[in-house]
DNA sequence: TAAATAGTGTCTCTGAGACATTATATT
DNA sequence: AATATAATGTCTCAGAGACACTATTTA
């Protein structure tokens, strides 16, 4: 231990700065949409080493005159080449394993988006590949021990790891915040609420619960004019809702699984 | 939007690599104890420009061959003086902002630790200023139109911010998980663990309530042979607890003020 | 003996699980 | 008519707020 540990608090140039190396530093996105009632995030197959061939999450460089936010939305944009985004941002956490990039340092500050229904990928972004993959699809609960992953795509990087910390954090988020709304259109019915829920726990809420507490919930959701499309199997038409100006859940919407967490 | 834009999956060397220039990562920590009751903060005092005299969260930069964990672990003991620390750490959020610092670009790598009563960081500790603030006097609610703040010290570059987040983080993490009992020592009594919740929240839960709760989590604490220490104002002696293997509260402890809460 | 503190008893109300019923639509 | 879906009714139980009470210790 030095007498002279460097901090942020003191300026670097007191210091020897050449004993710290520049670090790359980018943003990485986990774009999560709803697309036919299944839970999926955008990733993109690369082209190039390392990881050649694996599919990784969206991302890129943070510019000089960019924070690590600003970065991000620019990379969505990018991405998804949707214009004005209806959805949501946030910083999830970074990355910045010494090793997770096999040739140079890369501190990765990555993100969590969630939109509704975004389009395919293809016109609009760039020439990489690009698509929506089922969050099931992706982070199979497979065997460790075992060898055979069966078609799933191998990410690249700790990928898989920023994978699960965002599913993880849209999972929660959704618990005790009106989040769920930025999943589904403008005007929408409870019963498509309830299966944002659905897709994004992985588990149905109680149904009658799940109702009753939407609408006691202070300002999550007010009645729209009019009702929602035909059910394919007929039914009535659900009356139409859209999102309140609340932002937090009091009280918290309950996942099914979560007594028995931990 | 360029055709190749650059991206974290896409290799640094591919690209035109001067043009992101290079970045300085730093890890800076809130470390909370309670001393004498009092939720409390270690801040540092700045010999040198910019900042000079102000306050700020002691940090450092990562090392090359260093996470940010294991660099907020080693700041932490160098900053504190202790050897080995009982309490817990973890990454709050990344502060990218390009004119955090107003020389160079610096990236700092936020983290928050919580531990029981820590000693003042005068020996072992570098040379510094260095010292225990009270949050009260740190954070006050202090009219933001008004110029007189009333000797607060006024926190370097957005520490304040970071301040703010790791406040409200330690305050809602010991809402639905165990790490109250990382504000106490080994063996302690309900009556302790009372007084970290009032002085975390600054406001004191329901008592009735509280026994009630931290008794019917499962494994949230266990009864321990013997009793606490006496009372200065008379009363019986309260019974020993150590804290149990449970991480999580089910269900969680509750503010007060959360019901009026956003 | 007065005062402070530790711990328990219990009533009430809210909210969540569970089950059931009614109403409205499609095929 | 049969079937699927939307929405509501209501019983029960767990947990949280509120108030009261007993027991133990110091000054």
Request: glycine letters at 6%; charged letters at 25%.
């Amino acid at each position: 231990m030095s007498t002279q540990t460097p901090t942020s608090d003191q300026h670097p140039d007191n210091y020897d700065a050449a004993k710290y190396p520049s670090v790359f530093v980018t943003v990485d996105l986990a774009i999560f949409t709803i697309r036919h009632g299944v839970l999926s995030v955008l990733l993109i197959e690369r082209d190039d080493e390392p990881y050649a061939g694996h599919w990784a999450l969206p991302g890129g460089f943070i510019e000089p005159d960019e924070d690590a936010g600003t970065a991000a939305w620019r990379e969505l944009h990018e991405e998804t080449g949707v214009e004005q985004f209806s959805g949501h941002l946030e910083q999830l956490r970074t990355y910045s394993e010494p090793k997770r990039d096999p040739r140079h340092r890369i501190v990765s500050i990555a993100h969590v988006a969630f939109a509704p229904n975004l389009p395919e990928p293809t016109a609009g972004s760039d020439a990489r590949s690009a698509r929506w993959w089922a969050i099931e699809d992706v982070l199979t609960d497979r065997d460790p021990t075992s060898e055979d992953n069966g078609g799933v795509p191998a990410l690249a990087f700790d990928h898989e790891q920023i994978l699960r910390d965002a599913l993880e954090r849209v999972r929660s988020k959704i618990e005790y915040t009106t989040l769920a709304t930025q999943f589904v259109d403008e005007e929408f019915t409870l019963p498509e609420l309830y299966r944002v829920y659905t897709a994004v726990w992985g588990e149905e809420p109680h149904k009658r619960n799940f109702v009753r507490k939407v609408l006691a919930a202070e300002d999550f959701v007010v009645k729209a004019a009019g009702k929602g499309d035909a059910s394919p199997g007929g039914g009535p038409r659900a009356q139409l809702y859209k999102a309140g100006t609340a932002t937090v859940l009091q009280p918290a919407m309950m996942r099914p699984s979560l007594g028995k967490r931990d």
